[in-house]
Each structure stands twice: as C-alpha cells, then as structure tokens.
C-alpha cells in the first residue's frame, strides 16, 4: 500500500489554512473580495514556503462558481478538481518553466491562450520555476503578458525573482513569500501529529522545525520521515516517535551528551570534556553540526542568563525541566563568560568551513574555552591575594628615607612616614648645586632607588644640563647616528609639569632631520629613551633657536674658547666649520639681485613665550647669504647628497652649506685676447678674499642676467662675449 506523503494530505486549500504568510493572504483576499484582481501576478520566496499552493488557491478563488471570492465553496466542478485529491482543471494550465523555457513554448503558450476557456471564467497560466524562463523566451510572451485577453490570468513562481525579465516583472503584481517561524511551524506540526494519531517523545519536534529550516515542506517531510520509521511499543496500536531516533536521523547532537560536555566547560574539567568530545567523533556525528548545536545550546543559556524567569516564553517546545537544568548551566557560566565561549564557539564554526581536519579544530575550541575558564578562576581572588603584598610593601617603603635625610644635613626633621621623606629627597639636587663635588647624590641615589629609571627628585633644567653629557653616553649606545646629531644640540629649558624640554637647534635643517621619517625609531625616539633611562621621565620636545654662543663645542670666529664638554672626534655637519666661518666673514657685501633670497617655511609658533623667535643662526655671513644657505633647496641633478652627517674621523667633511670642492686641474681655453682670471689654490681659497664683484651694467648685451655675480664671484671669472648657439648638422 503506498501512502499519500504527508505534505500533500495536509496541503492547504484556501487561504485560511495558510500558516506564516499573513502578507499575502490578507492582500489577496482584500483584493478578491473587492474584485480588483489583477491580470499577472509574481510569487516569490524560498522553496516549500507554498508558492504553488497559493496559486491553485487562488485560481479556485478566480473559477469558483460562487466567485471570485476570498473563500472557494469547494463543492463547485472547479473547486473539486483544483482540491488535493483532485486531477487538475483544464482551464488551469501549470507549466514547469524549467523545462518549457524557451521562445518555441512561448509561441504555443500564445497559442493556447487565445482561445476562451472549456468551461470555468478564466484561463490561467501557471508557470513555476519561471526564473528558468530564457530572455528570448520572456520577450516572446512579453507582449501576451502586457496585454492578455480578458479570459487569461498568469501567476508567475520563482524563487529568484531578480532573474526575472524586468519588462516581465514591472506588469506583475510581485508578492514575496517568507520562511515560516519556529513558533508558528512547531504548533501547527503538533496540530498534525495531534491528527494523525502519533505520539512524539518531549524534544522529538524542537529538532524536526529546526531541521526543517522554516519551509513547512521540508518539515512535513522529515517529520513524514520519522513517523514512517517509527513503530508502535507493545500492546499498543499508537506510533510513537523516539527522541533518540529522531537525534541519530537527523544528525543532533544527543541532548545527555550536549548537557555533559556544557557541565565540563562551565566546571573548566577537561578531563571530562574530551572524552565528551571522543564519543562525539567516535559515533560518527559531523563535529560541524556539534558545534553549531553547542553555539545554540550556549544561545539558549545567555537568553536565559539574560531574561530569567520569563525565558520559556522565548525557547518555545523547551520542557520545564530542560529549562532548569540550563538555568543550572547558565548559572555556573556567567553572563560574561558565556558570551566569551559563544565567541570562541562561532569563531570555531567558521574556521570549520572547509577545513581538512575538523576534529582537530574541535578539540582546540574546546582547549581555548577551558583555558579562558582557569584564566578567569585563576583572576577571581586576585585583588585579595594583591591586598597583602601592596600593605607590606607600604610599610617598609620609608626605611630607604634615612640615608637620604642623613646626607642633607639641612633637614633636621625626621622622616616617621613616606610624605616627610619626600621633602629631603627634592631638596637634594639643590646641594650639589652649591658644592663644588656632586658625588654625595649620586652616592645615596642607588640606596634610595636602585633603579635608574626611576627620578631622584625635581627634575629641572638645570639638572638636565648637568647629566647631559651621561645621557649623550646612554644615546650613543642606542644609536651612532642620532649620537651625531644630538651632540649639536643642547637643552634650554624644562617645563616639570608639562615634561615639555626645549632643545637649541642651529638650523632648520637639523630640526628635520632630527624629527625623523620614521615614528618609533627616530633620533628624537632615542634621545627620549637615553633622557628616561637616565632620569625615569618621558619627556616631550620644542625645538628652539640656539642663543648666540650657546651651541656646544662650536668655535666662535673671533677664536674664543670652547666650551668645557669633551667634544667628539667628528663634528655633525650641521655645527658648522671655520672654514665657511672665515669665509662668511671675510665677505663683501653682495647686491640684492646678486643672491636672490630662497623662501624658507615658516616655523611653527612657539607656544612658550620665553623662546626667541630670531631665525636660527648659522654662520657670520649676510641675512642673504645666511638665508639661502641655511633654507633647505629641493634636489636637482648634479647636487651633493649632505644630507647624512659625516662618520666619525672624517675631518674635512664639508659643511651641509658649502659649495662642493674645486678641481684646480680643469682650466677653460680662454681666447688669446682675454686675459685669464686670477685663480687661488684651494688651500688659500678659504683664508683669502675671493674676488671683488665687477657690476655689469644692463647695456652690455641689452640683457640682465641675474645669478652671474655669483659665479663671478665663487669662480673668479669674467664675462667676455655672447655666442648663440647653433645645433650641428650633418655638413658642419
């Protein structure tokens, strides 16, 4: 005996019976009652959601002897073969486009529909799948379906309505279809078993809708499925449907083994859950389909941890018992630590996808959740076992203060709590100030902080300039190069409560090069580090000009001494040279069009009042001359790349603003009636005076050329004629 399936003994036929589809039933049945229906209408949605169905509804709605109307009679000739046991109508013709999708079909469809119908009042045009439909095929009904006769009707069902021709799709009346929810499709399924006769065990049709996936024709089915696999227990005529049969069906995750590998994370005991997590493999479950059921057994938990007692109401087919059990588990868990371990879950269940080995990612999920549950037991008691050490630690912390009062004698009061012994100790930088040693402080400093980083009391400008040279030493082990450059540099002032210090620089050029290109490893980068190991703050910068005669270990040109701090065996470019010192002052003065100016970018104001705000001094030479060559040029061809300092030992490296070196070698062929300019050995170019600018006046020529007083000036040379020039060719 074959049986009728499930999903076709309890198809729906009249819109009434429909479940989930509110948004197309109530519209339709609006429109049939005021008999405003259209010629064409799209239904759309996922599969088995009752597309087809609703259209056989409503063409039992269109033919109905009492119709149209909203409710067939079915007792009409047209109701009785549109019904489920029913064979069909001629007047209604269902196509399956998938295979009937080309122009071909379209043509005999034009002609089938020009003929009136047998016997009902509409002819209508089924057509599902209708997104397998080709272009050439849509364009062949095109003008049928824009412009029907009055006796034809077409329903279109797909379940890809953007595959739709749009010239098909704008002359329809488009109603979407939706999955049906879980509350909805769980009372209708336990009204049908109800029907049947069938007994289902508690739990059995939770996972029959959640397999189903919200289409009532898969649900049917597999529920069919279970119940056609079931048998009836001894001495009893009732099917019953096992939950463990319909757990090993349909492939979830056994409720008893769910709750023991749950119980092992929330207690963090690993030795109970991978032997859990064993007999999930070894029974040969899918470990994807484990995880999705632990993520929504976790779900289950945080609503519940979230909602409380009113959680029944959200888990719809849970039994009162299940629900204290995971108010049980979601208690153990935690709220926080609940949405931690449904992260690390989802994240699991996404890396699964594809992968080679999803055991091994299984058993490493459930190793992060356990290590993030002993992380957390262990952090719990923390601030108690902190509070004891922190009290201890307090009560020594002013025996270090006694020698630090013993070597200021000026502080007679003892030091009985730490906020007494803090006022010798910032008072103890200003003796050394006075005393001509300064091995007293630096005695006691190790005995009252053995750690260098941290400060010895206020740290002031003063002392800055004092552990100079000790924090150079530091920076010279970090890094040779920003060693260069920070020796040309020297500290003006120090703000103590911004920890803002302002550095001199002698030009622009050495406050960008001492910024950096890279942030984190730059020389500003580790002069800061050198500056906190030295004296334990980390200090902010603002560059400033350097004061006249304030740059260290630069010779003045008057030849005064230099200043007390050992200097380096090579200078940085940037601190200048005698050379271009006894050049800049042995100069003549160079005319305004002479030398023209080169912009320099502004520098940003100084927020602090005290700076100066004179450009930066680089040499004795005119503001032009200084101007353009201390403002930064953009590279050209044949230029001297100065812009890394020199290495150490070298000497004669020459200064970043001087001109490159002379070849005495290279004499231009003068012609015999001008007499040769006057040269100097490049050893005495720097200690003579170059030659005296001879002005030209515009005459010469008819034509001012701006930029030869220079060359006259730097090569000694003379302009003797004007020549144009002719390009070569082939006969000269």
Known sequence: ?????????????????????????????????????????????????????????????????EGPTDTPCGTCPS???????????????????????????????????????????YKIFILDEAHMVTPQGFNALLKLVEEPPEHVKFIFATTEPEKVLGTIRSRTHHYPFRLVPPAAMLEYVEKLCAEEGVVVEQGVLPLVVRAGGGSPRDTLSLLDQLIAGSDSPAGSETVTVGYARAVALLGYTHAALLDEIVDALAAGDAAAAFPAIDRVVQTGQDPRRFVDDLLERLRDLIVIAAVGAGASAVLRGVAEDDLERMRRQAEEFGAARLSRTADVVSAALDDMSGATSPRLHLELMVARV????????????????????????????????????????????????????????????AAPASAPSATEPTASAPEAAPAPAVPQGPVTVERIRKVWPAVLTRL???????????????????????????????????V??????????????????????????????????????????????????APADPAPASEPASAGSPRSQVRGAS???????????????????????????????????PEEVEAAASAPSPPSDGAVDRDEPPLPGDDEAPAFDDEPPYDPSYEPPMPPHAPAAPRSAPAQRVATVPPVVIERSPSVGGVQRYGEAVIRQVLGATFLREEPYEPPTRFS
């Open 370 to 429: 356990l290590s993030a549950a002993t992380q957390t037991s262990a952090a719990a008691p923390a601030p108690e076992r902190a509070s004891a050490p922190v009290s201890a630690a307090a009560a020594p912390a002013p025996t270090p203060a006694p020698p630090v009062v013993t070597a200021a004698p000026p502080t007679p009061a003892p030091a009985p709590a730490p906020a007494p012994a803090a006022a010798p100790a910032a008072e103890t930088p």
């Open 512 to 561: 960008a090069k001492f910024k950096g290109t890279t942030p984190g490893s730059g020389p500003s980068d580790h002069l800061r580090s050198a500056i906190e190991q030295e004296l334990g703050v980390r200090v902010k910068y603002l560059p400033a000009p350097m004061p006249a005669g304030g740059a260290p270990r630069q010779p003045a040109s008057n030849g005064s001494a």
């Open 1 to 65: 005996m074959v049986t009728t399936a499930l999903y076709r003994r309890y198809r729906p036929e009249a819109f009434g019976e429909m479940i989930g589809q509110s948004q197309v039933t109530d519209p339709l049945m609006t429109a049939l009652r005021g008999d405003r229906v259209g010629h064409a209408y799209l239904f759309s949605g996922p599969r088995g959601c009752g597309k087809t169905t609703s259209a056989r509804i409503l063409a039992r709605c269109l033919n109905c002897a």
């Open 79 to 121: 109701c009785v073969e549109l019904s489920r046991a029913g064979g069909g109508s001629l007047d209604v013709v269902e196509i399956d486009a998938a295979s009937h999708n080309g122009v071909d079909d379209a043509r005999d469809l034009r002609e089938r529909a020009t003929f009136a119908p047998s016997r009902d009042r």
């Open 587 to 621: 100069a003549p003065a160079v005319t305004e069009w002479a030398v023209a100016p080169i912009p320099t970018t502004p520098e940003p104001a100084s927020p602090r009042p005290a700076a100066p705000s004179s450009p930066l001094p680089v040499d004795e030479e």
């Open 476 to 510: 010279e082990g970090i890094s040779r190069t920003s060693w260069l450059l920070a020796t040309a540099v020297q500290p003006l002032a120090y703000d103590t409560d911004t920890e803002v210090l302002t550095l001199g620089f002698t030009s622009q050029h050495d």
